[in-house]
Structures are given as C-alpha cells and as structure tokens.
C-alpha cells in the first residue's frame, strides 16, 4: 500500500481528517486551517486573492469585485502542491467565497505531474451531511477499514450530541432567534444552523435549513424583532465578531430591538465552531444550548467561545 499523503484545502475537512485518526498522515493545509493547533506548522497550499483586513463592508466589496470579474477568490500553489505530492486533496464544492473552489482545485490537479491524487470534494447542507462525510473521507482513505472507522467517530459525536439534547428543557413558547453570518450587508444564517437553533430548542428566523444563508434587510430584523440575536460571522473569531457587533450597534435601529433591551445579544466563534460544517458542529449546538438555557446547560464554552455583548 502507497503512502497516505492528505492535502486538506478547507478547515473543517482538516477537523474531520483528525477526528477519524489521520492526522498523522495530512502533509498540507489551507491558509484558514488552524485547528487543531498542531497543522499550523504544516505547508500552506492556498492564499486569499484580496485583503482580508478591514471591515465587513470592505471585505465584502472586495470579494464582490473579484466574483464580477470573474477570478479567483483564492490562488492554489501548485508548486507547492507538486512538491507535497498529495495522494488526496481534500475540498469543498460549496461556497467560493469560504474557501478555494472546486473548479480552482481542479484546475491547479490538472497540472500535477502524474500520479494524480483523489480529489475528495464535500458540499454539507445540513447536519446529516457531516455523518456522511466522514464516511465518505474514512473510505476514501482507508479502503479497508475506513467503514469501521468512521462509525466509531459517527458513534461517538452523535452521543455527544444526544446527551446535550437530553439537557435541552422543553420550554414553550420557543425563544425567537436571529443568527447573522454576516453584518454589513446583513445575512441570515442558513444550511445547519437552523437545524442547530431548533435542537438548543430556539425558534430560528431568516435562515432555512439545507439552503443558502440569505441576504438580509434592517427592515427583516427590525419587524422580526427577535428574542435573541445571535452574531456569528465568517471567518471572524469571538473578538472579531464583537467588533463587527459595535458597528451594527452605531445604526439607528440597534436601540429598539428587543433583545438589545434585554440584553440578550450574543456573539460567538463563528470562525472556529458554526462556520466549520466538520466535527465541531457538535460543539456549535453545546454552545447554543448555554446560550438559550444557561440554568440547566452548562459545557464550559462561556467567554471562551461565545459572550453576552
């Protein structure tokens, strides 16, 4: 058997990759993979095609301009990729503004001299998408005993997440609750993270399950006026977030919605927990469940991966 060389060119594949115990074999990263703190000192395959530093409104623009013009978002070394000589690279197919795209991916493939590696590419929409993902990987990687594997981590995620659901209290009326991906322009969080809010036992707006977070208005928020808002943005950290939640609060609205009088607006790691569609989606639902029933969930994330703004 050839050895096993694992290019992982998104964050929460790289998540997976050492959940089912293959860390060992992962030669290469992307520029975002940083968990868990071991990979960052593993070569890095790709880098952002525009300045990530600044405001939400900037980056975004940016980013903006680079899709109408038709280029990369992010650039694939393949230098660096011929010299790491991958026996698979691991990639998504999901989104091109979170991480390089399939087609960049492929395009950069195309150009290794031969062997050519398995491409593993992964578009999660909703929860049960990560169980099959981490199937899908572990075969991918191990032929033979990739199966077992992979069952055995499935096993061990879905407890966790049964034990937080059973301290979940069966609370009614559900808490309505708003999640923004992003703060300028404002988006809804999509894909999993209603399915997340509706298991901490929260009423979710905006976004619907297994479909693209959407754009958002200041009308949307304000005639929703949820219970709680929730500011998750991607690719920002607990800091990053809380910044981009003082912006949001110099706007006229801010005052008058609900959960700013009750002091119930929160901000959590986006960038490192509900942003990640891999093993940590687990902890994402733990953290919402601290958020929503602080009395009765209690799992150690406060002021670490999430805060009351």
């Not at 000589?85 to 150009?111: F, G, N, Y």
């Not at 809380?242 to 912006?247: E, F, L, P, V, Y």
């Amino acid at each position: 058997m050839s050895e096993l060389r694992i290019v992982s060119l998104i964050p929460s594949a790289t998540e997976i990759v050492f959940q089912l115990g293959f860390g060992d074999s992962l030669v290469g990263r992307s520029h975002s993979c940083d968990f868990p703190p071991e990979v960052k000192s593993l070569p890095v395959c790709t880098a952002p095609g525009f300045d990530p530093e600044g405001k939400s409104r900037e980056i975004h623009d940016r980013v903006s301009e680079l899709l109408r013009r038709g280029l990369s978002v992010y650039d694939v070394n393949i230098e660096q990729l011929q010299a790491l000589r991958p026996t698979h690279i691991l990639t998504q197919d999901q989104c091109e503004v979170c991480a390089a795209s399939l087609a960049d991916v492929q395009k950069a493939v195309a150009q290794l001299v031969q062997p050519q590696p398995q491409v593993i590419s992964l578009k999660p929409q909703v929860l049960a998408d990560l169980w099959d993902d981490l199937m899908r990987v572990s075969v991918a990687l191990d032929s033979v005993n990739g199966s077992a594997i992979a069952e055995l981590t499935i096993a061990q995620l879905q407890g966790r997440l049964q034990d937080c659901l059973q301290k979940v209290p069966a609370k009614l009326p559900q808490p309505t609750v708003a999640c923004l991906e992003w703060t300028d322009p404002l988006m809804g969080a999509g894909n999993w993270v209603p399915e997340l809010v509706s298991m901490a036992g929260g009423h979710p707006l905006f976004g619907h399950v297994g479909r693209h977070s959407p754009w958002l208005g200041w009308d949307d928020i304000t005639a929703a006026d949820p219970d709680l808002l929730i500011v998750m943005p991607c690719g920002y950290n607990l800091q990053e977030g809380r910044q981009s939640i003082d912006q949001l609060a110099q706007l006229p609205p801010w005052q008058n919605l609900t959960a700013v009088k009750d002091c119930r607006i929160f901000v959590v790691d986006g960038d490192h927990y509900f942003n990640r569609p891999g093993p940590r989606l687990v902890d994402s639902l733990e953290i919402l469940a601290e958020i929503l029933h602080p009395d009765d969930c209690e799992f150690g994330y406060a002021m670490k991966a999430w805060k009351i703004y």
